[in-house]
């Protein structure tokens, strides 16, 4: 039986999706100056590849993708997980 059939039964447990966009390097005196509203840059741009993890395990790949003044993740790539 496939993995997605024998899986099939828990279909509505809820799970955390990681999508990572960055790992900035900040200084201390920096972090201490955030406040809300501040904005944290990162150096990466819409189409570029990014993993995606659920409970920490490898899922598959996406790319980073902007809508309507949104980020979001377009899935490009499943692992093969049978």
């Keep these: 039986m496939p993995v997605v059939g024998e899986v099939e039964a828990f279909g509505d447990v809820p799970l955390h999706i990681e999508v990572e966009l960055g790992r900035p390097l900040m200084k201390v005196r920096d972090i201490l100056k955030?406040?809300?509203?501040?904005?944290?840059?990162?150096?990466?741009?819409?189409?570029?590849?990014?993993?995606?993890?659920?409970?920490?395990?490898?899922?598959?790949?996406?790319?980073?993708?902007?809508?309507?003044?949104?980020?979001?993740v377009r899935i490009t790539d499943l692992r093969n997980v049978s």
């Design 34 to 72: 955030l406040e809300v509203g501040s904005v944290i840059e990162l150096k990466r741009a819409a189409g570029e590849n990014i993993d995606i993890r659920v409970g920490g395990a490898m899922l598959g790949w996406g790319e980073i993708v902007v809508a309507d003044n949104s980020v979001g």
